[in-house]
């Protein structure tokens, strides 16, 4: 399974309350002001997206609900050969990339796939909702924190 899959298997309209409650439960003060149209079309996007061949696959180790990306590291990119961690899917620069990954997720974690979805989508679009977004975004924040 890849997010590309999850992605037309599910509507927004089917996500967004899981998506709408991860705002809610890890950015409250943001939640009250989630514009969800625009959040429709970033899916639709991410939808439309060709896929890319990757060497590397995603690894779900715990849900999002109270999770940091660089801290809790819970969703992040492993490399096929050798399985090693390399950073959370929210710093992977390729969206293209990103979304034709296989997804592993841990037996001990309990979510749903429409939850997955809605995870995923939160993760992709952490630093911006946009692949360009993303990437300037995270230069500034990375270059201020070095």
């Known amino acids: 399974m890849t997010f590309k899959t999850l992605l037309e298997q599910y509507s927004f309209d089917e996500i967004a309350p899981a998506f709408k409650a991860l705002w809610q439960w890890n950015a409250p003060e ?19 997206t060709k896929t890319t061949p990757s060497h590397y696959y ?13 801290i809790d590291m819970n969703c992040s990119v492993y490399t096929k050969k050798g399985n090693s961690r390399c950073y959370p899917l929210s710093c992977h620069p390729l969206w293209a990339e990103s979304i034709g990954m296989e997804i592993v997720v ?16 939160w993760e992709i679009t952490y630093y911006g909702g946009t692949e360009a977004m993303s990437n300037e975004n995270q230069k500034r924040i990375f270059k201020c924190n070095s």
Request: overall charge neutral.
């Open 58 to 70: 995603i690894r779900l180790g715990c849900r999002w609900e109270s999770c940091t990306p660089m």
């Open 106 to 121: 841990d037996k001990d974690v309990q979510i749903s796939p429409v939850e997955l979805t809605a995870g995923l989508l």
């Open 30 to 48: 943001q939640a009250a002001r989630l514009q969800l149209e625009d959040w429709r079309r970033i899916h639709q996007s991410l939808k439309e």
